[in-house]
C-alpha cells in the first residue's frame, strides 16, 4: 500500500484541526460541548489524513464518498451543537454577518446552496483537481465543510434571530435535504464508463474496477445519508412530542428575542441617519 500510496502527514491539517480544538477549549468551559467538538474534531482528523485522505482525494470515489457523507453528517452538525449559543450571537452580531446568516438560515436558500455547491465539489474536474492538486484537495474539503455547515442551519435552528421552523418542518426538511445531497448518486449508478480519469490505482488498493468503485459510491451515497438523515428526522419529531410542545408549533428563545431588538435599534438608528441628511 505504501508503493501505490506513500504515508504524508498532512501537517497542514493537523496543525489547523488541534488549533481549532485548542481554541474551542479555551472559549468554552462546558463539558458537553467540550466533548462534542473533540468528537468531531476526531472525525475530521482520520477522513482528511493518510490513509483515508489520500485513497479519497486520488484513488477512490466510494472513499471519497464516505469521508465528505462523514463532515457534512457528522462533523459540521457536532461543530454547530458544540458552539454555545453566546458565542453563535457575538460571532453573527455584526450586521453583514447577521443578514447573511438570517439569509443561510431559511430553508430553501439552503437547500438550494446545498444542492448546488455540493454537486459542484463532485464534478469531475473539481475532483481531477483535488487528486492532482494539494491546494486544490485544501479547498474541496473547505467547501464541503461549508456546505455541510449551511446544511444544518435551519435543521438545528441554532443561529439567533434565524427562520425557526417547527419540529415537524425541521424533520421534514432533512428529510428532504437528504435527497439533494444525493444528487449524483444516480449519475455515478447508471454511468457506462468512468468519470474521473485522475482517480487510479482501484484495482491495485482496493481490488475492483474505476466504474465499480464509481458504482459503489453511488450505492453508498444513498444508503450513508438517507439512513442517519432520516433518523434524524425521526429523533425531531419524536423528541417533540416526548416534551409536550406542539409540532406545528415554532418555538422562540431569548437569543431571538435579543438580536430583533438589536435590528430594530439598527433601523432606528439608519431612519435618523437619513431624516439628518434631508
Same mark, same amino acid.
Given at each position: 500500500?505504501?508503493?501505490?500510496?506513500?504515508?504524508?502527514? !498532512?501537517?497542514?491539517?493537523?496543525?489547523?484541526?488541534?488549533?481549532?480544538?485548542?481554541?474551542? !477549549?479555551?472559549?468554552?468551559?462546558?463539558?458537553?460541548?467540550?466533548?462534542?467538538?473533540?468528537?468531531?474534531?476526531?472525525?475530521?482528523?482520520?477522513?482528511?489524513?493518510?490513509?483515508?485522505?489520500?485513497?479519497?482525494?486520488?484513488?477512490?470515489?466510494?472513499?471519497?464518498?464516505?469521508?465528505?457523507?462523514?463532515?457534512?453528517?457528522?462533523?459540521?452538525?457536532?461543530?454547530?451543537?458544540?458552539?454555545?449559543?453566546?458565542?453563535?450571537?457575538?460571532?453573527?452580531?455584526?450586521?453583514?454577518?447577521?443578514?447573511?446568516?438570517?439569509?443561510?438560515? !431559511?430553508?430553501?436558500?439552503?437547500?438550494?446552496?446545498?444542492?448546488?455547491?455540493?454537486?459542484?465539489?463532485?464534478?469531475?474536474?473539481?475532483?481531477?483537481?483535488?487528486?492532482?492538486?494539494?491546494?486544490?484537495?485544501?479547498?474541496?474539503?473547505?467547501?464541503?465543510?461549508?456546505?455541510?455547515?449551511?446544511?444544518?442551519?435551519?435543521?438545528?435552528?441554532?443561529?439567533?434571530?434565524?427562520?425557526?421552523?417547527?419540529?415537524?418542518?425541521?424533520?421534514?426538511?432533512?428529510?428532504?435535504?437528504?435527497?439533494?445531497?444525493?444528487?449524483?448518486?444516480?449519475?455515478?449508478?447508471?454511468?457506462?464508463?468512468?468519470?474521473?480519469?485522475?482517480? !487510479?490505482?482501484?484495482?491495485?488498493?482496493?481490488?475492483?474496477?474505476?466504474?465499480?468503485?464509481?458504482?459503489?459510491?453511488?450505492?453508498?451515497?444513498?444508503?450513508?445519508?438517507?439512513?442517519?438523515?432520516?433518523?434524524?428526522?425521526?429523533?425531531?419529531?419524536?423528541?417533540?412530542?416526548?416534551?409536550?410542545?406542539?409540532?406545528?408549533?415554532?418555538?422562540?428563545?431569548?437569543?431571538?428575542?435579543?438580536?430583533?431588538?438589536?435590528?430594530?435599534?439598527?433601523?432606528?438608528?439608519?431612519?435618523?441617519?437619513?431624516?439628518?441628511?434631508?
Amino acid at each position: 500500500m505504501t508503493t501505490l500510496l506513500p504515508f504524508r502527514w !498532512h501537517v497542514a491539517e493537523v496543525l489547523v484541526i488541534v488549533a481549532a480544538g485548542v481554541a474551542h !477549549h479555551i472559549v468554552v468551559k462546558t463539558t458537553r460541548e467540550r466533548r462534542l467538538v473533540t468528537f468531531a474534531l476526531l472525525a475530521l482528523l482520520v477522513v482528511t489524513v493518510w490513509p483515508i485522505g489520500d485513497l479519497a482525494s486520488s484513488v477512490s470515489l466510494s472513499v471519497a464518498t464516505v469521508q465528505r457523507l462523514v463532515i457534512m453528517l457528522l462533523v459540521a452538525p457536532l461543530l454547530l451543537m458544540a458552539t454555545p449559543t453566546r458565542v453563535l450571537a457575538r460571532l453573527s452580531r455584526p450586521r453583514p454577518i447577521d443578514a447573511l446568516t438570517r439569509w443561510l438560515a !431559511h430553508p430553501g436558500v439552503a437547500i438550494g446552496i446545498v444542492t448546488i455547491a455540493g454537486t459542484l465539489t463532485l464534478i469531475s474536474p473539481v475532483v481531477d483537481w483535488g487528486a492532482r492538486s494539494t491546494i486544490g484537495r485544501e479547498l474541496t474539503l473547505i467547501g464541503v465543510l461549508i456546505v455541510g455547515l449551511i446544511l444544518w442551519l435551519p435543521a438545528l435552528a441554532l443561529m439567533p434571530g434565524a427562520k425557526r421552523l417547527s419540529p415537524v418542518a425541521r424533520a421534514g426538511y432533512v428529510f428532504v435535504s437528504s435527497i439533494v445531497v444525493t444528487s449524483l448518486s444516480i449519475v455515478w449508478i447508471f454511468a457506462k464508463h468512468p468519470l474521473y480519469p485522475a482517480l !487510479h490505482h482501484q484495482e491495485a488498493l482496493l481490488h475492483m474496477s474505476p466504474l465499480l468503485d464509481q458504482q459503489l459510491a453511488g450505492f453508498v451515497a444513498k444508503f450513508c445519508c438517507y439512513a442517519p438523515m432520516w433518523a434524524v428526522a425521526f429523533t425531531i419529531f419524536a423528541r417533540a412530542e416526548e416534551r409536550g410542545t406542539s409540532v406545528e408549533e415554532t418555538p422562540l428563545h431569548w437569543a431571538d428575542v435579543e438580536r430583533q431588538l438589536l435590528r430594530v435599534d439598527r433601523q432606528r438608528e439608519r431612519a435618523a441617519r437619513r431624516q439628518q441628511r434631508e
